[in-house]
Nanobody
Framework: QVQLVESGGGLVQPGGSLRLSCAAS???????MGWHRQGPGKERELVAS???????NYADSVKGRFTISRNKAMNTVWLQMDSLQPEDTAIYYC?????????WGQGTQVTVSL
């Protein structure tokens, strides 16, 4: 089973930036990597994803503010988050997709507040 190690969450003021990273313990079979988030009282939602080909997908609410990227080996994915707003406050989860199913990280807290 692939282990996912997330880092980069924290507390930031509105308008600030954070960079999340997620490293997979091995790369065999990874077809896509991405980030989801779950805010207080909300359902988990897709934030951004990137495929092995480099195709990206973003939630409308983060387009123009967040950027997803990966390394060439497809075992590390980053989420650059700029112009953060209080509504971006959530636990952010890394997810990988393989032919055998999806795996999730444990999540990292992002709090946007004065």
């Amino acid at each position: 089973q692939v282990q996912l190690v997330e880092s980069g969450g924290g507390l930031v003021q509105p308008g600030g930036s954070l960079r999340l990273s997620c490293a997979a313990s091995r790369i065999a079979g990874i077809r896509a990597m991405g980030w989801h988030r779950q805010g207080p009282g909300k359902e988990r939602e897709l934030v951004a994803s990137i495929t092995i080909r480099g195709d990206t997908n973003y939630a409308d609410s983060v387009k123009g503010r967040f950027t997803i990227s990966r390394n060439k080996a497809m075992n590390t994915v980053w989420l650059q988050m700029d112009s953060l707003q209080p509504e971006d406050t959530a636990i952010y989860y890394c997810k990988i997709s393989t032919p055998w199913g999806d795996q999730w990280g444990q999540g990292t807290q992002v709090t946007v507040s004065l």
